[in-house]
């Protein structure tokens, strides 16, 4: 089973318009890595230079901020929504 | 538009997405008109872009700001405007005719001179900026009102925000002021004086189970799909941030168009912080006030600290934590504008500090006590830390200092409830009111003794 992703307006140019994609299972690198090999360019705009994740993205997997569990180590299992948002300010 | 099912708990009246207003789909940039702001720009890698509905770089993921093309601006015109925050529309991303336009009316609020507060302090100078008179008491009635203004000009027709209170307060109020629809997301468990403070204006109120962090999420995939929704702290942010650069004028016009040497400010999202630093900057680079340097401290609950935590460590990079802290309105454990707070307080020699809740609870009295203000939460943090600092020596008693007060004590009474034991009654009888006053009956009679 593949693990859906959410995909945040600003980063829909590079799935054709699509919200939502599927990737394979695996760490929250891989997954991003699997995303990367099927739209190529789109890891660039999630993680940095050193590979991190960028400051102002959050991810979460499921109902977990990645950054509150393993980060790009969190495990993404089968059918486990994974999100990609922008910060958003305060309420 | 689309339209995804809301799973959670509505009030009346049931919100129906209007098909009847055009336009539906994010408006186009050329034809708005946002006086003087030029462009929206990265504060991360300074990619530009056209004033629109845009809120995140499409390069970085960084938070667009608005840039200006500002012209001279003197005093006497800021002094000529309005009684309100639209006296510095010429410093906004607003209309020109802002003011003639349906809104609600915030700003202007007093900058009251705490002396008794300083005394029990220490302190020569103390100031309190205090935002309970704003329309829906607190200060998020003028970046909503700003927001608003810009929104209805890009075209949007439905008001948004995830909230922890104030700001649903504000949207829904702003939104019948103006005659449009207004969503509101707030955590379930938050204040019901908030809740029902929202659902009064008739907003479509939806109680999400989890934490501020959780329905901030939610409404980031809402407003993804609903692009026709101006979500005032998501896809509109870079102009509802502005307008907290109004509090910031204020001070500054209220002071005799002067800046103070210290300010301790609420840190939520830390982007009010944010914007009082630029608001300052903006009024000395315009030659609207002497260049001072100003110091900028932020204050923090210490069950949701990550902006004090990051300071601490010296880091840039904010960890996010779980909230666990009375100070609801400030329980933003990813705070986006984080790394900029730690950037101002560094820049000017500040600090970042947190306070427990006992401490938090302590200080609103000591404010009410004082000063006659009863503020919420987030100024019973503000106070508390403002002490902490004073205590660690790292903040001047002797210089000329501000806090704000962000918003009203009446929003959340529960802080304070089991903090203050009343008398039980007594008949209406001399005799008993003898016997309270002079201590018999516990703590009642201390007050007056």
């Known amino acids: 089973m593949s693990v859906p992703v959410r995909i945040p307006t600003v980063l829909r140019t590079f799935t054709g318009g699509a919200a939502e994609v599927t990737v394979e299972p695996g760490t929250l690198s891989e997954v991003i890595a699997g995303l990367d090999a099927a739209y190529p360019g789109i890891a660039a705009r999630i993680l940095d230079d050193a590979g991190k994740l960028r400051r102002f993205i959050n991810v979460y997997v499921g109902d977990t901020d990645v950054r509150l569990a393993d980060g790009l180590q969190t495990q993404v299992p089968p059918g486990t929504s994974v999100s990609v948002i922008p910060a958003v300010a305060g309420g | 538009m689309t339209s995804t099912p809301m799973t959670s708990t509505a009030t009346t009246p049931v919100f129906t997405p209007s098909r009847t207003v055009p336009p539906a789909r994010v408006p186009s940039p050329s034809g708005a008109r946002l006086g003087n702001a030029s462009a929206l720009a990265c504060r991360e890698c300074g990619a530009t872009y056209q004033l629109g509905a845009q809120h995140a770089c499409s390069e970085c993921f960084g938070p667009l700001e608005v840039r200006y093309d500002l012209p001279p601006i003197s005093r006497e015109l800021i002094e000529a405007g309005p009684r309100n925050i639209w006296r510095y529309a010429s410093l906004l991303p607003v209309p020109p005719e802002v003011a003639a336009t349906p809104n609600t009316e915030p700003g202007c609020t007093p900058l009251v001179r705490a002396d008794n507060l300083a005394r029990v302090l220490g302190m020569r100078c103390l100031w309190v900026k205090d935002e309970r008179p704003n329309p829906t008491h607190s200060f998020k009635d003028r970046v909503v009102a700003v927001a608003l203004a810009a929104a209805v000009e ?296």
């Open chain 2, 154 to 449: 890009l075209g949007y027709r439905v008001l948004a925000c995830p909230s922890t209170g104030n700001l649903a307060n504000a949207v829904a109020a702003a939104a019948a002021r103006a005659g449009i629809k207004s969503v509101v997301l707030v955590p379930a468990n938050l204040e019901p004086q908030k809740i029902l403070a929202s659902a009064v204006y008739g907003c479509f109120l939806v109680k999400v189970d989890g934490g501020y962090d959780d329905v901030n999420r939610l409404a980031s995939e809402l407003a993804d799909e609903h692009e026709d929704w101006a979500f005032v702290n998501v896809n509109v942010r870079p102009y509802y941030a502005e307008g907290s650069k109004t509090i910031g004028y204020e001070i500054a016009e209220d002071l005799g168009w002067r800046l103070p040497r210290q300010i301790v400010v609420p840190v939520a999202s830390g982007a009010q912080l944010v914007k009082i630093d630029k608001a300052f900057g903006e009024l000395a680079s315009l030659g609207l006030v002497p260049d001072a340097d100003v110091r900028v401290y932020g204050a923090q609950a210490s069950g949701c600290a990550p902006v004090a935590a990051a300071f601490a460590a010296g880091d840039d990079v904010v960890q996010p934590v779980r909230p666990d802290t009375i100070a609801k309105s400030l329980a933003i454990g990813n705070p986006a504008d984080g790394p900029y707070v730690l950037d101002v307080v560094r820049r000017t020699g500040g600090w970042v500090a947190d306070a427990p809740d006992d401490e938090i609870v302590d200080s609103i009295r000591l404010l009410a006590a004082t000063e006659g203000i009863f503020g919420e939460t987030a100024v019973g943090v503000t106070l508390a830390v403002l002490r902490r600092l004073l205590a660690a020596g790292q903040l001047d008693p002797a210089a000329e200092t501000v806090i704000i007060n962000s918003g009203d004590g009446l929003k959340t009474l529960d802080a304070v409830a089991g903090a203050l034991p009343l008398a039980a009654p007594i008949r209406p009888r001399l005799a008993e009111f003898a016997r309270l006053r002079a201590g018999v009956n516990h703590d009642a009679g201390s007050a007056i003794a």
